[in-house]
């Protein structure tokens, strides 16, 4: 399936259903870490939307797929 056009906050707050916590916020930035897991994704919270090869990026991190992602959203 394809991603979708979504922004850094609509991302932060599908990684937090998926388990996920606001680690820290660096500048622009914030760093979520999963509760059991212990992964750490980056996720730019400066722009409208993200691109879709960041957001790619951002999925390999957190080790969901697209269809996971599109549900949490």
């Given at each position: 399936?394809?991603?979708?056009?979504?922004?850094?906050?609509?991302?932060?707050?599908?990684?937090?259903?998926?388990?996920?916590?606001?680690?820290?916020?660096?500048g622009s930035h914030y760093i979520l870490k999963h509760r059991e897991t212990g992964l750490r994704v980056t996720i730019p919270?400066?722009?409208?939307?993200?691109?879709?090869?960041?957001?790619?990026?951002?999925?390999?991190?957190?080790?969901?797929?697209?269809?996971?992602?599109?549900?949490?959203?």
């Open positions: 399936m394809k991603l979708p056009r979504v922004s850094g906050k609509q991302t932060v707050n599908a990684l937090i259903r998926a388990g996920c916590e606001i680690h820290r916020i660096r919270y400066h722009r409208k939307e993200l691109a879709l090869k960041t957001l790619n990026t951002i999925l390999k991190q957190a080790k969901l797929d697209t269809d996971t992602f599109i549900n949490l959203l």
